[in-house]
T-cell receptor
């Protein structure tokens, strides 16, 4: 298995633009997590899906952020409109229930 | 107070030394994870444990559920062990991952 695959690896966008981050979890995993990492706040859980259903989205900072998981092999995290304070590294991870979580390489987002 | 506390925050060691990183948590958990993040940013899951002890090569992780404490040990440390080590627990009503702030380890040759 190729592991958790995220795209793009790097994204630079202008303030106000829509940004879509993509994640392909490991086949057979039933839990998917989106995290954000910044120097100031460290790693934060944004949203957690189980069997494609959002279970806990209390970490989503505001309505500008939305996440979907239309099927077991794909998820998106969308920011619309983007702001400079959204600049961070966004990680996707998947696991089988609460077994060890496997992380993607992350997407480094810069909003200018 | 953070629900997951790690110590030390920063650690410098000489190659070959035995290293211990500690993690304490204040919530009920179903599992505890140790993660490693290299300078390039990638995150690797080292251990997931809910009781006892696990060993992978030079890495050992232990957990004491009663004391709500876990330790990560590195034997015969090497410069390539230099990374940030993060403790995380599955806690709360939804078992979401709650992260510690990480321990920055630098192993000098």
């Amino acid at each position: 298995d190729a592991g958790v695959i995220q795209s793009p690896r790097h994204e630079v966008t202008e303030m106000g633009q829509e940004v879509t981050l993509r994640c392909k979890p490991i086949s057979g995993h039933n839990s998917l997590f989106w995290y954000r990492q910044t120097m100031m706040r460290g790693l934060e859980l944004l949203i957690y899906f189980n069997n494609n259903v959002p279970i806990d989205d209390s970490g989503m900072p505001e309505d500008r952020f939305s996440a979907k998981m239309p099927n077991a092999s794909f998820s998106t995290l969308k920011i619309q409109p983007s702001e400079p304070r959204d600049s961070a590294v966004y990680f996707c991870a998947s696991s089988f229930f609460i077994d060890a979580a496997f992380f993607g390489q992350g997407t480094r987002l810069t909003v200018v | 107070k953070n629900e997951v506390e790690q110590s030390p925050q920063n650690l410098t060691a000489q190659e070959g030394e035995f290293i211990t990183i500690n993690c304490s948590y204040s919530v009920g958990i179903s599992a505890l994870h140790w993660l490693q993040q290299h300078p390039g940013g990638g995150i690797v899951s080292l251990f997931m444990l809910s009781s006892g002890k696990k060993k992978h090569g030079r890495l050992i992780a232990t957990i004491n559920i009663q004391e709500k404490h876990s330790s990560l040990h590195i034997t015969a440390s090497h410069p390539r062990d230099s990374a940030v080590y993060i403790c995380a627990v599955n806690g709360g009503a939804t078992n979401k991952l709650i992260f510690g702030t990480g321990t920055l380890l630098a192993v000098q040759p």
